[in-house]
């Protein structure tokens, strides 16, 4: 069983711990770094390793999952470099917006296994959507990124150009998904729900409509043709919701958010 360490374990270092362990991965084979020890003391009592030294963890690991911020990551990568053994370890970084290239210039070789992942934040309760990109790793370590990734979810490999629209469609996407439920919820009060239950209604539904995507693979519009009867009120609400500009204004979002993150 291989040595996973996480390098700035916050939230998603959490439920990637939650998740390895939860699918039978021993927690001495994990390493969690954080500056403050006292918030990885849960993990700890699991028997997870805990420290604030990333080059010893670093040097103890075969694959090593960078879970620092991206203005932090070439101060980490500075700091581990003369550990790191292209030979027996994995990189992987959930920096977005940081390049497999920036990372072989940090470390000084290109050569090394890198892979770039972006979950989001359901990773909390294992229903992450992972977009992954590999470089110079072999079939093996592909496949043992995979397995990782997909104890938080579900994961992809996608073209490394397509890593920031990943990031938007993935990571973002939470955000927006939750603004929608956020105030369909409030809908549902101002037409006479509790907010307790109007939350309940709402995310059923949501939830229903997805797993009616994902289970028949069909199109939205197929779904949405089998609820709009003609006069009845489903196409009044959406004719409204478009006259209003719904599904131009998430698409507006989706496309600034991505120009901002090609800027930095």
Known sequence: MKNI?????????????????ENGYKAENIIATRRNLDSLKSLADQGVQTMVD?????????????????????????EISTVLNPEKQILISLASGISVLQIETLIGTSVFPIVRAMPNTAADVGESLTCLYSKNCSKEQTADVKALFDTVG?????????????????????????????????????????AQTATRIVTQ???GAAELLIQRNEHPEKEIDKVTTPKGCTIVGLNEMEHAGFSSSLIKGIVASYKAIEKK
């Open 5 to 21: 360490a996480i390098i700035g374990c916050g939230n998603l270092g959490f439920s990637i711990v939650r998740g390895l362990t």
């Open 54 to 78: 990333n080059v010893r963890a670093s040097a103890a690991a075969d694959i090593i999952i960078l879970a620092v911020k991206p203005h932090n990551i070439e101060n980490v990568l500075n």
């Open 154 to 194: 579900e994961s992809l490999f996608v073209n490394e150009e397509l890593m920031e629209a990943a990031t938007i469609m993935g990571a973002c996407g939470i955000a927006y998904v939750l603004r929608f439920i956020r105030a369909m919820i409030q809908g549902g009060i101002q037409v006479g729900f509790d």
């Open 205 to 207: 539904t949501v939830k």
